[in-house]
C-alpha cells in the first residue's frame, strides 16, 4: 500500500510540478476561486453606443450601427475573456481577426463568409470559433445578441 501511495505521489509531481505538490501537500493556503455566473441579462444595463471601427475590423455598410458589451470575466493577463456582446444590423470587413473566439448567439441572425468561401448563416442555439488571423465579412441580419469566450495566445 505504501508503494502505491509513493508511486501516485511521484506520477502527480512528474505531472505537476514539484513546487505545486509540495504546496498543496504542506496545506498551503491558495486564494479560493469563485464560480462566475454567466447571465446574459446583464446586457440589459449596457448602453449601446456607435460601432467603432479598428485596423481589423472596418464598417462597409448599416445605418447608424451601435453595440454594447459586457465583460464577464477576464484573466489576470489579459488573454482570455468571457462576455456578452449586442449589436443592431452591421457589416464588417474582418481582416486578420486579433483573438480566437468561440461565439454561442442567442437572438438575431449573422451571416459570415470568409475570404473565397460561401456564406454561412447563424442563429439562436447555434456556435462557432472564429481563430485567429480570420478574414471575411461578418453581416448582422438583425440585431444579435451572443455570448463570446476569447483567448488572445496563440
Known amino acids: 500500500m505504501k508503494k502505491m501511495v509513493l508511486k501516485s505521489i511521484v506520477f502527480t509531481v512528474a505531472l505537476c510540478g514539484a513546487g505545486t505538490v509540495a504546496a498543496i501537500m504542506a496545506g498551503a493556503s491558495m486564494k479560493p476561486k469563485a464560480i462566475v455566473d454567466l447571465n446574459p441579462d446583464a446586457l440589459a444595463a449596457a448602453e449601446l453606443t456607435e460601432v467603432q471601427e479598428y485596423p481589423f475590423m472596418r464598417v462597409v455598410e448599416g445605418a447608424d450601427p451601435k453595440s454594447a458589451s459586457v465583460n464577464a470575466f477576464g484573466s489576470a493577463d489579459g488573454q482570455f475573456d468571457v462576455g456578452f456582446y449586442h449589436g443592431t444590423e452591421v457589416t464588417l470587413s474582418i481582416a486578420n481577426w486579433p483573438v480566437s473566439e468561440v461565439m ?18 447563424y442563429g439562436p442555439g447555434d456556435a462557432l470559433v472564429m481563430p485567429k488571423g480570420f478574414n471575411g465579412t461578418w453581416r448582422q441580419l438583425s440585431a444579435i445578441k451572443k455570448i463570446s469566450v476569447s483567448y488572445a495566445g496563440d
Open 104 to 121: 454561442v448567439f442567442l437572438e438575431g441572425q449573422v451571416e459570415i463568409t470568409a475570404v473565397g468561401g460561401s456564406p454561412k448563416i
